[in-house]
């Protein structure tokens, strides 16, 4: 028999390694880059995505500014940004009620600053987001099925990334993150998350070097950008070392014990963010709002458990009458009370079991349970937030729609699974249509929240409120006297019913007053209740008394423009119209391009005789707010008292566009038109 022969150093094959991915997966190919064709086709699914994404929203453009909008956008005077300086950037990123969320806070002050208060833009721009995170999972899901896992499984991409962006972009339990237009916290957040773990999956492809470095770079940075968006980013870390687990280190648990320093810090990393949010008083931070919360923790932990329950069957039943803006979800006081806390506890600890007994055959089913799982366990544990919303699944929902389109890519042939996600897609598209359909204004939208949640003061008052600024006051006072009953602890409860019955409608001053000290009597610092109430007692001739609220609430809020622009009404109202503009160039000095401030301070100035200054006023208030139907009005009743009925006649057109139930501008058009 002859010996084998020795191979010499000439003979011995050349042996390609890739850095620290263990050796039964390493592959050339791993290191494959996308070609230009295929670059080529990533762009055309971009310009696809975006085009699908806006005719899925486009009848939300003009969904109104709701709840947490309010306090963060409209009527946040550091938000309003007028030039493009460093520090008119940091003071609005860095805005109160959220100066963590900075990029978020900076995206909302350049929307006022290329646009002002206009609704399309602000949607636009989520819109954007949202179709730029459907990309991101579309590459993410690429970047996966190139992964050493993959690879040595012989996996290729398929139909997989394609449909499951798509499916993503166009499931109805994504619109509240995407047409709630603060929400663009959680979209953008959700946004850069994803780009950070797809450039982490690009790095893992790439021997060490300048491109590595590039894509590292990129991968941190995402990370910091959607932490600064919303800190439900803070889980980055761990997505990352889970990823790195399942997907390169093919659950080699010698790597585990290996690195595991490493793991550690980064969860010393999510400590410390976690740290840094709450001001390094997690405790503190924690408890306080409980004390004002109708639930303690234990009951919210508990409640969560049905909760995320529910977030599911959104995502398996995405019907249009289960979602709700703002739910009555009634709490857990107990493990059995009621028995479906329990059930729902047994449901997640079987998923959460099957993903782990199951993550080596079924690997993409795993890492999307344990990634929808610990993307939720900041939202949905021990934190005093609200019990339940429908935006907290965007981020957590996203690697279901690659497991699914996998599963059905997987036990299907081509053709057949191709026809299978594009059927459940074109209903996911006509259900997100029809859920738009509720958002597309703010009467329709609240007429929504209140019959799911009749029960819940908020949507009381809120479709109260809603009815009242449309003139239909009488249908609007059951509302809010309901929303009193339901929390008579609650100061807009109150100040809406108030309003309500001060309206011309109405007409009984009588229980507007009674009911604006209610306001004040169970929030003492109620500051829409106390202007008006203060102007109420003006206008009965009760000065003292009306000054009095009003030196108080520029006392407690002496920098804030809105105070001082509620001021100056008082003093209107009791024809002191010196001190009236005192107070608004003060709200001018603190905002310069407040619009209602503008505005008020033109009305001054007409009274006074002053048209030129009050003209000028008037334009200045259009640069902010250029629909303003009040201000339009005052400009064209201004030129018909000039003998200028032309230009009259376009002002109260503009007005009317602006707001065609316009009354004062209808009646006016009407009387020109028979001068004629």
Not at 193 to 217: C, I, K, T
């Amino acid at each position: 028999m002859a010996k084998k022969k020795k191979k010499t150093a000439e003979q011995k094959p050349e042996q390609t390694v890739v850095s620290e991915v263990p050796a039964p997966v390493r592959s050339e190919l791993v290191l494959l880059r996308l070609g230009r064709s295929q670059g080529a086709k990533c762009l055309l699914f971009l310009a696809l995505l975006i085009c699908f994404a806006f005719l899925l929203y486009s009848r939300t453009l003009n969904a109104p500014f709701v709840f947490d909008d309010g306090q963060n956008i409209r009527d946040n005077a550091q938000m309003r940004v007028y030039h493009l300086s460093p520090s008119e950037l940091f003071r609005a990123a860095t805005a109160k009620p959220s100066p963590k969320r900075m990029v978020a806070n900076l995206t909302f002050a350049l929307n006022y600053y290329f646009g002002g208060y206009k609704l399309p833009g602000f949607h636009a721009v989520n819109i954007l987001v949202h179709a730029l995170t459907a990309f991101g999972l579309f590459l993410l899901a690429c970047a996966l099925l190139r992964s050493p896992w993959a690879m040595s499984r012989g996996l290729k991409p398929g139909l997989i990334p394609w449909f499951a962006a798509l499916l993503f972009l166009a499931h109805p339990a994504e619109t509240q993150a995407v047409s709630y237009i603060v929400q663009r916290m959680t979209s953008l957040a959700t946004m850069f998350f994803v780009f950070s773990v797809y450039f982490y999956a690009r790095l893992r492809e790439l021997r060490p070097g300048w491109a590595r470095a590039l894509f590292m770079a990129a991968c941190a940075a995402c990370g910091l950008l959607a932490f600064g968006s919303k800190q439900i980013a803070a889980t980055l870390p761990a997505v990352l070392i889970l990823y790195e687990w399942f997907f390169v280190q093919d659950l080699d648990l010698k790597w585990l014990r290996r690195y595991g320093p490493w793991i550690a810090g980064a969860i010393l990393v999510m400590v410390v963010m976690a740290l840094v949010y709450t001001g390094f008083h997690p405790w503190q931070l924690m408890n306080a709002p409980y004390k004002v919360r109708d639930f303690t923790l234990p009951e919210r932990v508990l409640t969560q458990f049905r909760v995320v329950v529910h977030y599911i069957s959104l995502l398996v039943l995405p019907l249009p009458s289960r979602m709700n803006l703002d739910y009555a979800f009634p709490k857990s006081t107990g493990l059995f009370t009621p028995v479906s806390t329990f059930l729902c506890l047994v449901f997640i600890a079987g998923l959460l079991t099957s993903a782990a007994w199951t993550a080596k055959r079924h690997r993409l089913y795993s890492f999307a349970v344990l990634w929808f799982f610990g993307n939720l366990v900041i939202e949905s544990t021990v934190l005093p937030l609200e019990m339940i919303f429908d935006h907290r699944i965007y981020l957590p929902s996203l690697m279901l729609f690659v497991a699914f389109s996998a599963a059905v890519s997987g036990k299907l042939p081509t053709k057949k699974a191709a026809a299978v996600l594009v059927a459940v897609l074109l209903a996911l598209s006509a259900l997100t249509a029809l859920r738009n359909e509720t958002w597309k204004d703010e009467l329709s939208l609240f007429a929504d929240v209140v019959k799911k949640s009749p029960e819940k003061a908020r949507p009381n008052y809120t479709y109260c409120a809603v009815l009242y600024e449309h003139d239909r006051v009488p249908e609007a006072i059951p509302y809010c006297e309901k929303a009193t009953r339901l929390n008579p602890l609650d100061p807009k409860g109150w100040f809406s019913l108030a309003r309500a019955c001060e309206h011309r409608s109405t007409s009984r001053p009588d229980l507007a007053e009674k009911y604006y000290r209610k306001a004040l009597e169970v929030s003492p610092h109620h500051p829409k209740s106390s202007n008006a109430l203060a102007l109420l007692l003006a206008g009965q001739g009760k000065a003292a008394e009306a000054l009095a609220l009003t030196y108080d609430a520029v006392r407690t809020e002496p920098q804030n423009p809105v105070v001082q622009l509620n001021a100056s009404q008082i003093m209107l109202v009791l024809n002191r119209p010196k001190e009236a503009e005192l107070r608004l160039k003060a709200a001018l000095d603190l905002d310069p391009g407040y619009a209602r401030a503008h505005t008020n301070l033109g009305i001054v100035y007409a009274k006074q005789g002053k048209t030129d200054l009050a003209e000028r006023e008037w334009n200045a208030a259009l640069t902010g707010e250029e629909d303003d139907c009040v201000t339009l009005h005052n400009l064209g009743n201004l030129m018909e008292k000039q003998g200028r009925t032309a230009e009259a006649l376009v002002y109260y057109k503009k007005a009317l566009r602006a707001r065609p139930d316009f009354g004062p501008s209808l009646d006016a058009v009407r009387r020109l038109a028979r001068s004629r």
